[in-house]
């Protein structure tokens, strides 16, 4: 995965923004400015990113992002904490079954797609919760507590919804064995930290998005909930991708409501979608929730039929492809590895554009190239930019250059200094 989101990297088909944002964010802050990018300040009034998402740990990334300050580092960081995933995803198994067995069940979680979906998306922090949560887990099995703590404090760094993963996971460890007194009591521990977890992610979206920002951005994807036939055959297909077997027992629901009631209530469509990052919380907890059903059951007339319908599941939603789709899918995002039309000739004018100094305006494919300077924009609001970069021969390319010439910028007061293929590098003397 590394090598596929580097080469998709320098095929310049990173065009969703957030890559360029949390590379521009880090960049920033290394310079001076906390957490800034030129995106979120312009569609949202926050110079911060905490504005728009409370994810302290990037400040635990930014060390490592210092050695090799790129886009490249990120998605390097991202593919290995995955990585990292799939060891204790075997690890957590063990727990549960036997060598091979676990193998098999790891297996599983290793080609999920949904899991490949987080990787192959852009970079984001969120990304880090995976090994924690399953860390969390494997924590709660063995009855280690204070490492319980740990893990869980650090999973709510990742973003302000992962309280809803930590509560989660508490409640469903305190409450697995009934509700009588004496078992409460014995697991108090573990219902503080589902109310501490809680109270912090109410402290996050009131208090400390709103401090950074304008409010939290959000909370008007669940002003018309509803659930259609769109989001019931994904929740059906995503459970598919592991055997069902989550759905076995009933216990798994305190496991897994509140993160699935999330993203199924959610206005937006890539919320319930393969290849995007929202379901996060969902796999790690779905795998752990698979484990519990697996061990109670036949192993040879029911796990692993069902283990091998969860893996072709998985090749079958696979968001990966080489070419660009002719038609949208409604179910599948898939990234697309093959080079943007112009490849080198763009690459050429990116290395030129970074040459200049002053305000840079480009498109989003280019934007994660550009991202290690501060003063590189993908909207006209506001700026007058001393440099424009853009390929002609893509969609973006033209928008970019439309939105420009609406803003009221004159680009007769430009020189063309490359031009090659479409590929032009305008500069204002």
């Not at 300040?41 to 490592?64: D, E, K, R, T």
């Not at 589902?194 to 401090?211: D, E, K, N």
Request: net charge positive; glycine share 6%; with cysteine.
């Amino acid at each position: 995965m590394s090598y596929l989101s580097i080469e998709k990297f320098h095929n310049l088909r990173y065009g969703s923004l957030d890559l360029g944002i949390f590379t521009q964010s880090l960049s920033s802050t290394l310079h001076g400015r906390f957490l800034y990018n030129t995106v979120e300040a312009q569609l949202y009034g926050a110079n911060s990113h905490f504005g728009v998402h409370f994810q302290p740990i990037l400040l635990f990334i930014l060390p490592l992002f210092a050695l090799h300050p790129s886009a490249e580092t990120l998605l390097i960081i991202q593919s290995a904490v995955l990585g990292l995933s799939v060891l204790l995803a075997y690890l957590l198994a063990r727990e549960y079954l036997s060598e091979d067995r676990a193998l098999l069940a790891a297996v599983l979680y290793a080609f999920n797609s949904s899991l490949v979906g987080i990787n192959a998306f852009e970079f984001h922090p969120v990304s880090v919760a995976l090994p924690f949560f399953l860390l969390t887990a494997l924590f709660l099995r063995r009855g280690d507590v204070r490492a319980f703590y740990i893990t869980s404090a650090l999973i709510l760094t990742v973003k302000e919804d992962a309280f809803l993963g930590v509560l989660s996971l508490s409640l469903w460890g305190a409450l697995g064995n009934g509700l009588s007194r004496e078992f409460l009591r014995r697991n108090r521990g573990l219902l503080v930290t589902a109310v501490v977890s809680a109270i912090y992610g109410l402290i996050t979206v009131c208090f400390l998005i709103p401090h950074f920002g304008s409010g939290y951005l959000y909370g008007s994807l669940y002003d018309h909930p509803a659930i259609g036939r769109r989001k019931l055959l994904y929740f059906v297909l995503f459970n598919a991708s592991f055997g069902f077997l989550p759905l076995f027992k009933l216990r798994n629901a305190a496991l897994l409501v509140l993160p699935w009631l999330e993203n199924l209530l959610a206005s937006r469509k890539s919320q319930t979608m393969f290849g995007f990052h929202y379901p996060y919380m969902l796999v790690p907890l779905s795998f752990l929730a698979t484990l519990e059903v697996v061990k109670e059951v036949d192993w040879r007339r029911v796990a692993v039929p069902l283990i091998i319908s969860g893996l072709l599941t998985s090749f079958a939603t696979m968001p990966l492809t080489v070419k660009p789709p002719t038609e949208p899918d409604l179910l599948v995002h898939s990234s697309v590895l093959s080079p943007l039309p112009e490849k080198s000739a763009s690459w050429e004018a990116i290395a030129l554009a970074m040459g200049f100094r002053g305000p840079i305006y480009t498109q989003p494919e280019f934007y994660p190239a550009m991202a290690t300077r501060t003063d590189v924009y993908l909207y006209p609001k506001g700026i007058e930019p001393r440099v424009v970069v853009v390929n002609l021969g893509t969609y973006h390319g033209r928008r970019a250059l439309r939105r420009l010439a609406r803003a009221g910028v004159d680009l007769s007061r430009y020189r063309t200094v490359f031009k090659k293929n479409g590929v032009v590098l305008m500069v204002r003397p």
